[in-house]
């Protein structure tokens, strides 16, 4: 597991959304459990590999950043219902991964290949 | 019934390393894979989730990475991933999270899978329907690649009730006895599951008692599938309590556990394990809220930290005690660490204005110990009302798992009991749960155990307490009606064995028998 943030998040969106190096977050309030199941760790995991960026996730106030696209540690993650998980992304479609991902924790996790 | 095929999967056998073990292990994982992507165009529920959760296991470069990295320092390949698995099970198994931790079986299944891939064992031929299957144990994902739809069943040398494989069988239906000792080989094999034997080439008269066995636990089964619309459950008249036992706020989700009648015992050693530190009252709060919330009106009992024993929890329990199950542990082990004891009750008192909150000390030996940890829990709420939180003393019961507490129950002033028979039954057989050698002895229903139930029931009867049990004996749907027969009338068990329970209370014959 990661202790330290994978990269520097900001706090604020990022000033220009169309250089390399692009950067996003945003926080979503938990309709059900995250971490400790694993449907939804596995559809986490594999959205989040959809997107070229590096994608880190954590509930607001955990000391741990992770590694979204990892399923092992995306299952580990302790994030009760009712919690706010953030994430932070960077890189070419940072912001669309972070849209993606907030959209699918937001609609509790609905199947995305049907 | 049905004909007897031995499986034997290869454990034994090193790999001998190859000259490109990076593509050895490619191949490996590639392979399992696809038998994997295979086996899950055909299963459903939860299987069907772990077999996803292992297919992004193989795709997760934070699992496979490690592996990887060690071959390229010279690492035979299958010794490489099996370090790099068994770091993951270990992670797991240290999760607080119950959940967490049971998945660790899953990522043992793929560590094999793999593991077989790489040392070329043939995946064993799929047996014949209908087959009666004993191997000294069954990975889940093998027991998914057995075609079940004619039958058959799992008789295992080893193996565990408890293993994801038993809970597979289970959902299915498939019969499965467990740790049944060495199988000569035979040509046919009879499976009894709730009986939980089997037997090897039967006699004619065998098989006339279990076909006979047989219809009557169908009409057994068929009623499963009503029984938890029908409530509540009563037995002569009165209404039978059903709890149940649990370890967190997940444990709730299990769909059983919204017919529970409450929560019987909410375990928190969860919240101390897998840290540093004890976790401050804030955490502590918002668990026992969560578990209130979902209860709504229906009652809550909480124990409080039950650490030491065969529960060691840093930073709290005692180190090196050489009979920790004698030890510090319990209340008693709280009474020794106030700082500890003190923020649990604080988070237990502001939870108590949320519902129907009951609070039970474990392992209390002496009244002195139980006034005590009252005292101190009525200044405890003082203190947060004086400061203006809200809080108030919610209503204070013990755990009776210490026979001297069995044996002079009215002297305690608690509000409530709940009868721990596990380990009742092992300070009462002076026989340590962790030891197989003495398995035998541990018999819940034993005559002193029962004798010792009725005492604690009939102290309640006569002041009006009430009185529970839990431990793995309220969840067996085979003794329940002995523990009606003691007169008790709450069981907490965990959420899985509700239906099973209800329905022998509800099929069981109503009238008292005729003395």
């Not at chain 2, 057989?429 to 002895?441: E, W, Y």
Request: aromatic letters at 6%; charged letters at 25%; glycine letters at 8%.
């Amino acid at each position: 597991m990661e202790r330290k943030p994978p990269f520097s998040p900001k706090p604020q969106a990022p000033s220009s959304p169309h250089s390399s190096e692009d950067k996003a977050e945003g926080s979503v309030k938990l309709v059900h459990a995250v971490g400790m199941h694993a449907r939804p760790a596995v559809k986490l995991s594999k959205l989040a590999k959809r997107f070229r960026s590096r994608i880190a996730v954590r509930v607001v106030g955990a000391s741990e950043w992770i590694d979204a696209k990892s399923v092992a540690k995306v299952m580990a993650m302790r994030a009760p219902c009712d919690s706010t998980i953030e994430f932070v992304a960077a890189g070419t479609d940072a912001l669309a991964a972070v849209g993606a991902l907030t959209t699918l924790v937001a609609n509790d996790f609905p199947d995305i290949d049907g | 019934m049905g004909p007897f095929v031995r499986i034997d999967f290869a454990k034994a056998g090193e790999r001998r390393p190859g000259l490109d073990e990076a593509a050895a292990l490619r191949a490996a994982l590639g392979l399992a894979s696809r038998d994997l992507s295979a086996l899950s165009a055909r299963t459903g529920g939860e299987a069907a989730d772990m077999i996803e959760f292992q297919l992004a296991l193989i795709d997760d470069e934070a699992v496979t990475g490690p592996a990887f990295g060690r071959v390229a320092d010279g690492v035979a390949a299958d010794a490489a991933w099996r370090w790099a698995m068994d770091g993951l099970i270990a992670d797991y198994g240290a999760h607080p999270s119950e959940n967490v931790r049971a998945r660790g079986l899953d990522v043992a299944d793929l560590r094999d899978r793999v593991l077989d891939a790489l040392r070329g064992s043939p995946s064993p031929a799929p047996p014949p329907a209908g087959a009666v299957i004993a191997a000294d144990d069954l990975p889940p994902s093998r027991f998914l690649e057995i075609d079940w739809s004619s039958g058959g069943g799992v008789a295992l040398s080893g193996g565990s009730a408890m293993s994801h494989t038993a809970m597979l069988a289970r959902a299915r239906g498939v019969p499965m006895v467990v740790q049944v000792g060495e199988l000569p080989y035979a040509t046919q094999a009879l499976i009894d599951a709730e009986q939980g034997f089997v037997e090897l080439d039967p006699s004619a008269e065998q098989l006339r008692a279990f076909e006979s066995r047989r219809a009557a636990h169908a009409v057994r089964s068929a009623s499963v599938e009503r029984v938890d619309q029908r409530s509540p459950a009563t037995f002569r008249g009165e209404t039978v309590r059903l709890l149940v036992n649990i370890e967190g706020p997940e444990s709730l989700s299990h769909p059983a556990a919204a017919f529970a009648d409450g929560v019987g015992l909410m375990r928190t050693e969860f919240l101390f394990q897998g840290r540093d530190e004890p976790p401050d009252e804030e955490a502590q709060l918002q668990a026992y809220a969560a578990v209130l919330r979902w209860a709504r009106e229906r009652p809550v009992s909480i124990r409080t930290l039950d650490a030491g024993g065969d529960k060691p929890i840093r930073g709290v329990s005692e180190a090196g005690e050489a009979n920790p199950f004698l030890g510090l542990r319990g209340l008693r082990l709280s009474l020794r660490r106030p700082q500890v004891f003190a923020a649990q009750l604080r988070a237990l008192g502001r939870a108590a204005v949320l519902g129907d909150l009951k609070v039970m000390f474990p392992m209390v030996t002496t009244p002195d110990e139980f006034v005590a940890a009252q005292a101190l829990f009525r200044r405890t709420v003082e203190d947060l009302q004086a400061a203006g939180l809200e809080a108030r003393l919610p209503e204070l019961g013990m755990m009776v798992e210490v026979p001297a507490a069995a044996l002079t129950i009215a002297d305690f002033p608690a509000a409530f009991f709940s009868i721990g028979a596990n380990d009742l039954a092992q300070f009462v057989a002076a026989a340590d749960r962790a030891n197989g050698a003495v398995s035998h002895l541990l018999d819940p229903t034993s005559p002193a155990m029962l004798e010792l139930i009725r005492r604690v029931v009939d102290h309640g009867r006569a002041t009006g307490k009430g009185v529970s049990l839990c431990g793995d004996v309220a969840g067996d749907a085979g003794r329940v009606l002995t523990l009606l027969n003691c007169g008790l009338r709450e069981l907490s068990m965990s959420p899985s064995s509700l239906t099973a329970v209800k329905s022998a209370i509800l099929e069981s014959p109503q009238e008292a028998p005729l003395v």
